[in-house]
């Protein structure tokens, strides 16, 4: 029998509502892994190249939150499997309003219902409305085993740290019907290139219905900080990378970006305010074309690297710098409840030091001299209910080039799979 | 085959791209010493015969081919248009005519100043506010960031254009300046919404909806659509019919307009002198979007056989010299007419 029981005030229910979006991009069903000590939503895409691990801290990001799971003690867990889609019907927009508008809430309470003696396992939300109102969502979860993709941060060499609002302007000169992202440090260092692109259709009129080619070169000293392998190339989803800035940006907080090569994973982390994101990315990219990297420069790096030390100091790490936190950011549920890529609200514009957004005035005086398709029947969202979803997506994963290393670890009998590095460094 | 423009209207540009993107997705582009030239000919529908005067968009510009310093192009407006967005409050635009991979390209080099900003504000506290004002200028400003954007294009042979004409059609029965188009264009969109109500709109088998349009020599159009269930119209008065240029146009005293002027009445209530054509509201919907230019609009009514819209861009000169013409409805277009200004 576990027990797990959380309430979310009205921001923090926004920020579930925002990082559902993020993970519905990647997979139809999230996974949660329930601790003690913090709260993981997990996804991994159809094709197994992109991985995602959202870690809410138990005692920062919930304003209570009790787990104990059945088994395991202190290092127990509670895993299930839910649709994201099913999850998103609860945790919509707007969940957050000051002025306590249509669809804000007080206050937002989640159990577990997964005791012998009941005929039913639910994952149980109550949203407390306004006016005492309160609407309990009883949603059917699938027990499965969380796999966690593992990322050696130490042989990620290549970091660089930028405002998440910063990228987010640059994606928005993405064209939207691209594949793919090629990062390229400068052979100077002091730009680095983000270019979008598609594999070329070449034959005859097809040429012409290529997307946009965009090549967005960045001067390194509008990164906070630059450390990649000058003429270093490695290649991306595009559509994985901007449905991580976006959501970094909802977070108004800087994005981290660790890698080594191409063909070697690479991640993104960011997060504020007890919310950590981490999202492991397959690359690819010509392998001989990155210079072999003297050991020297490497060593040197990873002494000076704003954060060497690997993810599991993350939480204790943030909570340390709290007082240099920002102050909590409205989630962009609360400003805008659909935000098209381009289009940005007044008000935040206003904040940005007069910083005018891309595109925005046009978008908006744009609209109304569209053709009008009178074919546009009303939008509908509904969920998939044919529980055809392939439950055996989640599996273990890693970085193979790191295997070398971590042979010994994983020959000892003792290590389950699942641990972080940081917890078995001390074994080799 | 070289051409390389830097672009002085950004604005502009952008605007006319994305309503020509409308009405068709390719334009036929001539770049020539000294006009630039949009056609769109789509399978049905509206024409766009669009000619620019360089300066309206353009700045340092050359253009060179073998076949006379003209060289003919396909583009994708979508991307055309989508690429120009992307320099919407750009320090500097320019566009050039290359090639990668053996393909052939428009490159447009866009940059803008930098969004250092970003750096530090949404985190900062009140006290590091200051101090990024006082940083910025010194210490994270000045800085530039370059956007390359590269549209597919094709490249078209001298004789694949050449038999391309603009259409001849006999001179209008009406001539009158729109109201704003904005206004015209949601009145419409409005009567075409009503129209389909109860319809299945799905089908594409249902009949196609038209919008009457009309208009007399007294400043006066109309608007109206009909159903089995409905008969809606709406009339514009004091409208402006402008004169022809009797040094451009021969014989104004035969001109079809000078008769048209005896008929009707100022207050739209006569039977008498309208110019009737009836158009795809569709189609009108997707012409109307060249509203977004926000120039003067002179439509050119052919009595039950074709209507012709003369968009002349907004220049700061104030000479109005570049001009957009959007044929609709029917068969036929004729040449362009002078007015007097």
């Known amino acids: ?75 127990g867990r509670f895993t299930c499997s839910m649709s994201t889609r099913a999850l998103l019907s609860v945790f919509k927009g707007k969940l957050y309003d000051p002025l ?8 937002c309470e989640v159990s577990v219902q997964d005791r012998p003696d009941e005929t039913q396992c639910r994952f149980i939300v109550k949203m407390h409305c306004n006016q005492g109102v309160v609407k309990t969502y009883k949603l059917t979860y699938e027990a499965v085993e969380v796999m966690h993709a593992l990322f050696d941060r130490n042989a990620a060499y290549n970091r660089w740290t930028i405002h998440s609002s910063a990228m987010r302007d640059y994606i928005e000169y993405f064209s939207p019907r691209t594949e793919l992202l090629d990062i390229f440090a400068g052979e100077d260092g002091n730009s680095a290139v983000f270019k979008s692109y598609t594999e070329k259709i070449t034959s005859g009129k097809d040429v012409l219905k290529n997307p946009l080619a965009t090549a967005v070169a960045v001067n390194t000293s509008d990164f906070d900080s630059f450390s990649v392998d000058p003429g270093l190339h490695i290649i991306i989803n595009v559509k994985d990378f901007k449905a991580i800035v976006l959501h970094a940006d909802t977070l108004k907080t800087e994005l981290r970006a660790y890698y080594s090569q191409p063909t070697r994973p690479l991640q993104f ?64 549920s609360q400003s805008a409840s659909r935000r098209v890529p381009g289009s940005r609200k007044e008000s935040s514009q206003a904040s940005q030091n007069g910083s005018a957004s891309l595109f925005v005035r046009q978008d908006e005086e744009d609209a109304q001299w569209e053709p009008v398709d009178y074919n546009n029947e009303e ?3 509904g969920w998939d209910a044919s529980a055809e979803h392939d439950p055996a997506t989640f599996q273990t994963f890693r970085d193979t080039a790191s295997r070398a290393r971590t042979q010994k670890a994983e020959s000892n009998e003792g290590v389950a799979p699942t641990q972080r590095i940081s917890q078995i460094k001390g074994l080799w | 085959m070289r051409f390389k423009a830097s672009i002085q209207n950004i604005n502009t540009f952008t605007k006319l791209t994305a309503s020509l993107n409308s009405l068709g997705p390719l334009a036929w582009v001539k770049l020539s010493d000294d006009q630039v030239c949009f056609t769109i000919i789509p399978e049905q529908g509206t024409q766009v015969w669009a000619v620019l005067s360089i300066d309206s968009i353009f700045d340092t510009y ?124 949601s009145i419409s969109d409005r009567f075409t919404k009503l129209a389909l109500v109860g319809k299945s709109t799905s089908t594409s088998a249902a009949p196609r909806t038209r919008l009457e349009l009309s208009a007399n020599m007294h400043g ?38 000078t008769r048209m002027k005896q008929l009707g009445s100022a207050d739209g209530r ?17 012409v109307m979007s060249v509203g977004r230019l926000g120039g003067r609009v002179i439509a050119c009514f052919c009595h039950e056989f074709a209507l012709i819209l003369y968009v002349y861009l907004p220049s700061d000169s104030g000479e109005e010299e570049s001009v957009l013409t959007v044929g609709s409805s029917g068969d036929g277009f004729y040449s362009l007419p002078s007015w007097r200004s």
């Open chain 1, 269 to 332: 982390s960011y997060g504020s305010d007890g919310l950590l994101c981490e999202f492991t990315l397959m690359t690819s990219g010509d392998y001989n074309a990155s210079k072999a990297p003297s050991a020297v420069p490497r060593q040197a790096h990873i002494e000076t690297a704003p954060r060497p030390r690997p993810t599991a100091t993350e939480a204790r790490e943030s909570r340390r710098m709290q007082p240099e936190m920002p102050q909590p950011v409205a989630p962009a």
């Open chain 2, 62 to 185: 050359t253009v060179q081919s073998a076949a006379n310093n003209v060289i003919n192009l396909e583009v994708p407006l979508a991307a055309l248009n989508r690429a120009l967005k992307s320099a919407w409050n750009a320090t500097s635009a320019q566009i050039r005519l290359t090639k990668k991979d053996g393909m052939p390209l428009l490159a447009l080099t866009i940059v803008t100043a930098s969004s250092s900003s970003h750096a530090g504000f949404p985190t900062a506290t009140a006290e590091d506010d200051l101090d990024d004002v006082y940083d910025q200028p010194f210490g994270r400003g000045s800085r530039e960031t370059t956007i390359t954007q590269e549209v597919p294009i094709r490249v078209l042979a001298h004789e694949t254009v050449a038999g391309l004409h603009e259409p001849q059609c006999r001179e209008p029965d009406v001539h009158i300046i729109l109201p704003p188009l904005l206004q015209l264009k």
């Open chain 2, 220 to 257: 006066c159009l109309r608007l109206s659509i009909r159903t089995d269930a409905m008969n809606i119209s709406s009339v514009w008065t004091d409208l402006n019919n402008p004169e022809l240029d009797p040094g451009q146009v021969e014989g104004i005293e035969e001109h079809p307009s």
């Open chain 2, 270 to 286: 006569s039977e008498e002198g309208w110019a009737t054509v009836r158009i795809d509201a569709r189609d009108w919907s997707k």
């Open chain 1, 100 to 107: 306590g508008r249509d669809g804000a809430i007080d206050r």
């Open chain 1, 379 to 381: 939008e509908t969202l």
């Open chain 1, 1 to 75: 029998m576990v027990v797990l029981n959380f309430t979310l005030i009205p921001e923090a229910a926004a920020k579930v509502h925002d990082l559902l979006v993020c993970l519905g991009k990647f997979s139809e069903t999230v996974a949660i892994e329930a601790r003690q000590e913090r709260f993981t939503f997990t996804a991994l895409n159809s094709s197994k190249s992109a991985y995602a691990a959202l870690t809410l801290d138990g005692d920062q990001f919930f304003s209570s939150y009790e787990c104990i799971p059945s088994q395991g003690g202190p290092d």
